[in-house]
């Protein structure tokens, strides 16, 4: 029976520092690197061992997934990372405190930019410190100035049908160290969440959860958290 195991990545600095991240590039705090390794734990004590992997091009989702293979023995197996697993790119607020964000423009205003469906922050300004154009990884790609979580969910499902679910219908158990929105992104599919529910769910960080799949390639079961299996 195919499994998929999503795994947010571990606290990171900017999580600890309540700054908007986004796309941009931020390492684990000691306590991300804790959890990405108690995942690892995880899953070899409930014995859901990971045969493919998938993560996108920031090093706090890498980390987390290199941290939490290498806690269950599996390091070996097949890795592909993608930029459209990133996070949600959060255009101007990137690198802003948010709670001084908030104190500027409004609970009201931010509330908006954070958590409706398809209404963007700002657009990230051309030229600005967070300004990834000339960064390597994104060479040849088309990099949004901001994202809402519609924005998010049309470049994560078109990846999710063409790469991901056809290593799941050859039976791996497939893991994918991603980010809140972009896990977000296949929660909301994979559950059938209404848009207006998929703005209110919360994906803890380092926290594993499992989808179990039939023959006909659909969940098979409500998702859960390895934890509490």
Known sequence: MPKLILVRHGQSEWNLANRFTGWWDVDLTEKGVEEAIAAG??????????????????????????????????????????????????GGLTGLDKQETRDRHGDEQVHVWRRSFDVPPPDLEPGSEYDLASDARYAGIDIPLAESLKLTIERVLPYWESDIRPVLASGETVIISAHGNSLRALVKHLSNISDEDITGLEIPTGQPIVYEFGDDLRPSGERYYLRDA
């Open 41 to 90: 734990w995880l899953l070899a004590e409930r014995g859901v061992l990971p045969t493919y992997a998938f993560t996108s091009y920031q090093t706090r989702a890498i980390k987390t997934l290199n941290l939490a293979l290498e806690a269950c023995d599996r390091l070996w197996i097949p890795v592909v990372k993608d930029w459209r697993l990133n996070e949600r790119h959060y």
